[in-house]
């Protein structure tokens, strides 16, 4: 694994390059630009306002501000983790004359579509900035925990990319499987509502590893409390582990990818 790591620092300007090449081209080759960054999250705190209405109709509890607050906060790392997971699913099909004709570790691909969908969240990460400021939410000293969950989210992203990439080379209906369920997993996730809605049962939410990060987000930004410490861990432990497993899953079948592309 340190060889591994090694090796990837030593290409660390492939990685800048490529993550920029994805970047640029998303961007120069649409209409709307870097509106696209900002109209996908927009459509998903459109939708889970929505549905937080649609659940104060039923239980009789108006929605409050800091609700539409914690809707917008959870809706943007879970359009960039949807993002990176599609994205780094498809890095080695979709770079096929890379991955045949030159010598690199192959790991830069899906981290490089991680990286890329970073860049949207951060320009979509300032637009939240402005809402949350009409929204009335304050800043606390909290807020330091924010890099260290979207650290932590990124590291999830990543080890996902490793298995998926790797895996749709030998599975070309890897990347439909990931569409499904991802397009699914957000009724698992809460993303449109908090796991307390459920009440003690909703706790088993958590044990989804991106959901403990959602409500970590929450917490810090709108509601000004820290995140719960034992579920945080939890998911930086099955991150950091899977992370481990999923290079070391990567590494072990890499030499076989330029004859399964």
């Given amino acids: 694994m340190t060889a591994a790591v090694a090796q990837l620092f030593r290409h660390r300007e492939l990685l800048y390059m490529l993550t920029r090449r994805d970047i640029s081209i998303k961007y120069k080759q649409s209409v709307m630009g ?28 108006p929605v409050t501000l800091l609700e539409v607050a914690a809707v917008s906060v959870k809706a943007l790392p879970w359009a960039f983790v949807v993002s990176a997971i599609r994205f780094a699913t498809a890095s080695l099909t979709s770079n096929s004359n890379l991955v045949t004709k030159i010598s690199f570790p192959r790991e830069v691909l899906p ?22 400021a009409v929204l009335g939410v304050k800043a606390t000293l909290l807020l330091w925990w924010v890099p260290v969950l979207l650290t932590i989210l990124a590291l999830l992203a990543v080890t996902v990319g490793l298995f998926l990439s790797a895996a749709n080379l030998f599975f070309r209906d890897v990347k439909y499987l990931v569409e499904v369920i991802v397009t699914f997993a957000i009724f698992f996730t809460p993303v449109f509502y908090d796991t307390a809605l459920f009440g003690p049962s909703g706790r088993w939410l958590l044990f989804n590893p991106v959901a403990p990060l959602l409500e970590g987000l929450s917490a810090v930004i709108v509601y000004g409390r820290a995140p719960e410490l034992a579920w945080v861990a939890y998911s930086a432990a099955l991150s950091v582990g899977g992370l481990f497993l999923g290079w070391a899953f990567f590494k072990k079948v890499e030499p076989t990818f330029a004859e399964r592309v």
Avoid at 36 to 55: E, H, K
Avoid at 111 to 132: C, K, N, R, T
Wanted: proline share 2%.
């Fill in 34 to 61: 870097v509106m696209w960054a900002i109209l996908m999250p927009a459509l998903i705190v459109s939708a889970g306002v929505l549905v937080r209405v649609a659940f104060s109709k039923v239980s009789g509890v």
């Fill in 111 to 132: 981290i490089s579509a991680v990286l890329s969908q970073a860049f949207d969240l951060m320009i979509a990460g300032a637009m939240l900035v402005v809402l949350l």
